[in-house]
Protein backbone atom coordinates (compact mmCIF):
# COMPACT_ATOMS: atom_id res chain seq x y z
CA UNK A 1 0.00 0.00 0.00
CA UNK A 2 1.24 3.82 -0.98
CA UNK A 3 1.41 6.02 2.09
CA UNK A 4 -0.01 8.66 -0.77
CA UNK A 5 -1.67 11.42 0.95
CA UNK A 6 -5.07 11.77 -0.13
CA UNK A 7 -5.87 15.53 -0.52
CA UNK A 8 -9.38 16.49 0.50
CA UNK A 9 -9.75 20.44 -0.40
CA UNK A 10 -5.74 20.70 -0.27
CA UNK A 11 -5.81 18.89 3.59
CA UNK A 12 -4.36 15.73 3.57
CA UNK A 13 -5.76 12.73 4.68
CA UNK A 14 -3.63 9.54 5.07
CA UNK A 15 -5.38 6.47 3.23
CA UNK A 16 -4.89 4.44 6.28
CA UNK A 17 -4.70 4.83 9.67
CA UNK A 18 -4.86 1.95 12.63
CA UNK A 19 -6.91 2.22 15.41
CA UNK A 20 -7.47 -1.78 17.08
CA UNK A 21 -7.20 -2.63 12.96
CA UNK A 22 -6.06 -0.85 10.10
CA UNK A 23 -9.03 0.89 8.71
CA UNK A 24 -9.65 2.38 5.22
CA UNK A 25 -10.07 6.19 3.87
CA UNK A 26 -13.31 5.16 2.20
CA UNK A 27 -15.32 8.91 2.12
CA UNK A 28 -14.15 12.04 2.32
CA UNK A 29 -15.68 15.33 1.65
CA UNK A 30 -16.07 19.32 3.41
CA UNK A 31 -19.06 21.00 5.49
CA UNK A 32 -19.50 24.09 3.25
CA UNK A 33 -22.32 26.80 3.39
CA UNK A 34 -23.32 29.42 0.40
CA UNK A 35 -23.52 33.10 0.97
CA UNK A 36 -24.75 35.01 -1.91
CA UNK A 37 -22.77 33.31 -4.41
CA UNK A 38 -19.92 32.24 -1.96
CA UNK A 39 -18.86 29.09 -0.70
CA UNK A 40 -17.39 29.31 3.20
CA UNK A 41 -15.69 25.84 3.81
CA UNK A 42 -15.83 24.71 7.33
CA UNK A 43 -14.21 21.50 7.52
CA UNK A 44 -13.00 18.52 5.90
CA UNK A 45 -14.16 15.15 6.43
CA UNK A 46 -12.46 11.55 6.07
CA UNK A 47 -14.52 8.19 7.01
CA UNK A 48 -12.58 5.40 7.68
CA UNK A 49 -13.83 2.39 7.78
CA UNK A 50 -13.20 -1.65 7.93
CA UNK A 51 -12.54 -3.21 5.00
CA UNK A 52 -15.10 -6.23 5.66
CA UNK A 53 -17.61 -3.43 6.05
CA UNK A 54 -18.96 -4.61 2.37
CA UNK A 55 -19.65 -8.14 3.57
CA UNK A 56 -22.94 -6.66 5.70
CA UNK A 57 -23.88 -4.53 2.70
CA UNK A 58 -24.44 -7.13 0.05
CA UNK A 59 -27.98 -6.28 -0.56
CA UNK A 60 -26.80 -3.44 -2.19
CA UNK A 61 -24.67 -5.26 -4.77
CA UNK A 62 -24.57 -3.84 -7.99
CA UNK A 63 -26.19 -0.67 -7.64
CA UNK A 64 -24.22 2.05 -8.91
CA UNK A 65 -23.10 5.16 -6.37
CA UNK A 66 -25.53 7.53 -7.32
CA UNK A 67 -28.51 5.30 -6.73
CA UNK A 68 -26.62 4.94 -3.10
CA UNK A 69 -26.33 8.44 -1.97
CA UNK A 70 -30.01 8.81 -2.14
CA UNK A 71 -30.57 5.33 -0.14
CA UNK A 72 -31.29 6.18 3.26
CA UNK A 73 -31.45 2.41 3.77
CA UNK A 74 -28.34 1.73 2.44
CA UNK A 75 -26.94 4.49 5.44
CA UNK A 76 -28.84 2.99 8.06
CA UNK A 77 -27.50 -0.36 7.52
CA UNK A 78 -23.53 1.20 6.90
CA UNK A 79 -24.34 2.94 10.65
CA UNK A 80 -25.23 -0.43 12.10
CA UNK A 81 -23.11 -2.69 10.79
CA UNK A 82 -20.87 -3.87 13.59
CA UNK A 83 -17.37 -2.94 12.08
CA UNK A 84 -15.10 -0.30 13.54
CA UNK A 85 -16.05 3.72 12.00
CA UNK A 86 -13.36 6.05 12.64
CA UNK A 87 -14.33 10.38 11.31
CA UNK A 88 -11.38 12.74 11.20
CA UNK A 89 -12.68 16.03 10.94
CA UNK A 90 -10.07 18.99 10.32
CA UNK A 91 -11.11 22.67 10.72
CA UNK A 92 -10.65 24.68 7.52
CA UNK A 93 -12.10 28.05 8.84
CA UNK A 94 -11.41 28.72 12.12
CA UNK A 95 -14.50 29.23 14.41
CA UNK A 96 -14.95 28.53 18.20
CA UNK A 97 -15.36 25.45 19.90
CA UNK A 98 -18.65 26.38 21.22
CA UNK A 99 -20.56 27.30 17.25
CA UNK A 100 -19.38 23.50 16.74
CA UNK A 101 -20.85 22.07 19.54
CA UNK A 102 -24.13 24.24 18.94
CA UNK A 103 -24.51 22.90 15.41
CA UNK A 104 -23.75 19.23 16.87
CA UNK A 105 -25.96 20.12 19.68
CA UNK A 106 -28.79 20.99 17.38
CA UNK A 107 -28.33 18.17 15.06
CA UNK A 108 -28.52 15.53 17.76
CA UNK A 109 -31.18 16.88 19.59
CA UNK A 110 -33.27 17.17 16.33
CA UNK A 111 -33.20 13.33 15.40
CA UNK A 112 -33.24 12.51 19.17
CA UNK A 113 -36.97 14.79 19.09
CA UNK A 114 -38.33 12.84 15.78
CA UNK A 115 -37.19 9.46 16.91
CA UNK A 116 -38.64 9.80 20.53
CA UNK A 117 -35.72 9.02 22.10
CA UNK A 118 -34.61 12.69 23.94
CA UNK A 119 -35.19 11.95 27.75
CA UNK A 120 -32.67 13.07 30.77
CA UNK A 121 -29.95 10.75 29.81
CA UNK A 122 -29.78 11.98 26.28
CA UNK A 123 -29.74 15.17 27.45
CA UNK A 124 -27.45 14.84 29.91
CA UNK A 125 -25.07 12.94 27.61
CA UNK A 126 -25.04 15.43 24.67
CA UNK A 127 -24.98 18.87 27.47
CA UNK A 128 -21.27 16.85 28.37
CA UNK A 129 -20.29 17.24 24.87
CA UNK A 130 -21.06 20.47 24.02
CA UNK A 131 -19.48 21.79 27.15
CA UNK A 132 -16.09 19.66 26.09
CA UNK A 133 -16.46 21.80 22.95
CA UNK A 134 -17.15 25.00 24.76
CA UNK A 135 -13.77 26.07 26.07
CA UNK A 136 -11.81 25.22 22.45
CA UNK A 137 -10.91 27.57 19.73
CA UNK A 138 -10.97 25.30 16.35
CA UNK A 139 -8.01 26.94 14.50
CA UNK A 140 -7.36 25.94 10.91
CA UNK A 141 -5.89 21.91 10.97
CA UNK A 142 -7.08 21.66 14.24
CA UNK A 143 -8.70 18.05 13.58
CA UNK A 144 -11.58 16.06 16.06
CA UNK A 145 -12.17 12.87 15.73
CA UNK A 146 -14.84 10.61 16.44
CA UNK A 147 -14.00 7.01 17.26
CA UNK A 148 -16.90 4.01 17.34
CA UNK A 149 -15.44 0.85 18.10
CA UNK A 150 -17.10 -2.22 16.75
CA UNK A 151 -18.91 -3.82 18.91
CA UNK A 152 -20.06 -1.11 21.50
CA UNK A 153 -22.43 1.78 21.58
CA UNK A 154 -19.68 4.24 22.71
CA UNK A 155 -18.14 6.71 20.83
CA UNK A 156 -14.45 8.75 21.84
CA UNK A 157 -14.33 12.20 20.38
CA UNK A 158 -10.92 13.81 19.98
CA UNK A 159 -9.43 17.64 19.91
CA UNK A 160 -6.35 18.46 18.84
CA UNK A 161 -4.81 21.85 17.87
CA UNK A 162 -1.33 23.33 17.83
CA UNK A 163 0.70 23.94 20.82
CA UNK A 164 -2.05 21.97 23.06
CA UNK A 165 -2.38 18.39 24.44
CA UNK A 166 -4.83 16.35 22.93
CA UNK A 167 -8.05 16.51 24.59
CA UNK A 168 -10.90 13.49 24.88
CA UNK A 169 -14.30 12.67 25.95
CA UNK A 170 -16.09 9.34 25.85
CA UNK A 171 -20.03 9.25 25.19
CA UNK A 172 -21.67 6.02 26.86
CA UNK A 173 -25.31 6.90 25.86
CA UNK A 174 -25.93 4.57 23.20
CA UNK A 175 -29.09 6.79 21.56
CA UNK A 176 -26.54 10.41 21.38
CA UNK A 177 -23.30 7.48 19.88
CA UNK A 178 -26.19 6.82 17.15
CA UNK A 179 -27.29 10.68 16.05
CA UNK A 180 -23.74 11.48 16.20
CA UNK A 181 -23.04 9.13 13.83
CA UNK A 182 -26.22 9.77 11.54
CA UNK A 183 -24.91 13.70 11.94
CA UNK A 184 -21.91 12.38 9.52
CA UNK A 185 -23.39 9.60 7.77
CA UNK A 186 -26.74 9.95 7.56
CA UNK A 187 -27.75 9.85 3.96
CA UNK A 188 -29.29 12.53 2.59
CA UNK A 189 -29.63 14.18 5.68
CA UNK A 190 -25.59 14.10 6.89
CA UNK A 191 -23.89 17.13 7.19
CA UNK A 192 -22.02 16.66 4.22
CA UNK A 193 -23.62 15.70 0.87
CA UNK A 194 -19.70 15.19 -0.72
CA UNK A 195 -19.02 13.10 2.09
CA UNK A 196 -22.08 10.67 1.64
CA UNK A 197 -21.54 10.72 -2.62
CA UNK A 198 -17.76 9.95 -2.02
CA UNK A 199 -18.71 7.07 0.54
CA UNK A 200 -21.29 5.47 -1.90
CA UNK A 201 -19.41 5.39 -4.71
CA UNK A 202 -16.22 3.72 -2.80
CA UNK A 203 -18.65 0.84 -1.66
CA UNK A 204 -20.25 0.82 -4.52
CA UNK A 205 -17.11 -0.26 -5.80
CA UNK A 206 -16.27 -2.62 -3.39
CA UNK A 207 -19.68 -4.56 -3.66
CA UNK A 208 -18.67 -4.60 -7.22
CA UNK A 209 -15.93 -6.85 -6.83
Known sequence: ??????????????????????L?????GITDIEIHFLQIKFTAIGVYLEPEVAGHLQQWK???????????????????????????????K?????????QLESAVRDRLAADDKYEEEEEEALEKVVEFFQ?????KNSIITYHFPANSCTAEIAFTTEGKEEAKIKVENANVVEMIKKWYLGGTRGVSATT???????LSARLCK
Open 1 to 22: MGTEMVMVDEIPFPPQITTTKP
Open 196 to 202: ITSLANA
Open 94 to 102: EIKGSQYGV
Open 135 to 139: SKYFK
Open 62 to 92: GKPGNVLAEDDDFFEALINAPVEKFLRVVVI
Open 24 to 28: SLLGY
